[in-house]
């Protein structure tokens, strides 16, 4: 599974109705080329423009029957209105409409491609937040009809999590145990800070080779990791902590390493079951196997607590 760009078209229509002795009257109707895109992921101090991260521009088109004029503005989203596991980007001043998304009329049928970009400050951490910004495009007729479009925009700010594995050669021998933890209760106000509780998991290095075991939250896995029923897929991967991400173990021997999730305070999240897919990478002689361990987790709120609508 993945985190790809959604290239969903989404349209919108504002049909007027014709009364008695009134005159013909038309649709307002517009057409955004994605709804919803993840952008990508994006280090501190750089920029990410959308064009040069999926290799095409975002496009707006007139698909009514008259003119329309169009305007463009960016749109920070409150806390309640951003996507699950996405933070309002904090940095509005360093986001930008560019290329041919000036306010303008458009004829019947007419598009105009334009593109966005997004500044991300040197100071901000490199920790695999997630970010949304959105990019309302508003059509407007002559008879003083309105037509608001949404595209949200998506990124990460930090290196992503790791992904698959894809090799033939012969690879070191380990196993993780258990595949997958009983559901842990995530403290309230709990922010990455070991809360106590979480899970241990057992890296049992069966080869005659010491290895080095690299653990890491990842969006993509194979076909042996199994999900229970009645959980979602969580957010932000980066919500999974581990007391250490590297671990040495000899061979033969057994391993140990601690892991948590820190889910943020939201009332939007309060009694959520979230899965988690983790990664253990041994590494020895250049070589690599990969194992996955399914983390649950229920953000256990304070009483009276209730989600956001």
């Known amino acids: 599974m993945s985190m790809n760009a959604r290239a969903a078209l989404i349209t919108g229509t504002l049909m007027c109705l014709a009364l008695v002795r009134a005159g013909p009257c038309s649709a307002l109707s517009l057409k955004t080329s994605v709804a919803e895109t993840f952008m990508g992921d994006v280090m501190p101090g750089s920029k990410l423009v959308f064009s040069k991260a999926k290799g095409v521009k975002l496009r707006v088109s007139n698909s009514g029957t008259n ?36 306010d303008a009329v458009m004829s019947a049928g007419q598009h105009r491609d334009f593109d966005l970009e997004v500044a991300v400050p040197k100071m901000m951490p490199a920790d695999g937040g997630l970010y949304e910004v959105d990019v309302v495009v508003t059509g407007r007729d002559q008879d003083g009809g309105m037509l608001p479009l949404r595209i949200r925009a998506l990124l990460s700010v930090g290196r992503p999590p790791s992904g698959l594995i894809d090799d033939n050669v012969e690879r070191p021998e380990f196993t993780v145990a258990p595949l997958n933890s009983v559901p842990d209760k995530v403290p309230w106000k709990s922010r990455g800070e070991d809360p106590g509780g979480g899970s241990t998991l057992k890296l049992i290095n069966a ?38 991400e590297s671990i040495k173990v000899r061979a033969g021997a057994i391993g140990r390493a601690r892991i948590w999730a820190s889910i943020p305070n939201q009332s939007r ?11 253990a990478d041994a590494v020895a002689g250049g070589r690599r196997t990969r194992r996955y361990f399914v983390y649950y987790a229920v953000l256990d709120g304070p009483e009276g607590a209730t989600r956001a609508p």
């Open 207 to 244: 080869s005659d080779e010491d290895l080095t075991i690299s653990l890491s939250p990842v969006r993509e896995w194979d076909e042996s990791v199994r999900m229970a029923a009645g959980v979602s897929l969580v957010p932000n991967p980066q919500w999974l902590h581990f007391e250490a």
């Open 269 to 279: 999240y309060v009694g959520r079951r979230f899965a988690f897919v983790a990664a």
């Open 67 to 102: 003119a329309t004029s169009v305007e463009f503005a960016i749109e920070i989203p409150n806390e309640r209105r951003s996507k699950d596991g996405f933070d309002p980007w904090p940095y509005p001043e360093t986001v930008r409409i560019l290329g041919g998304a000036g």
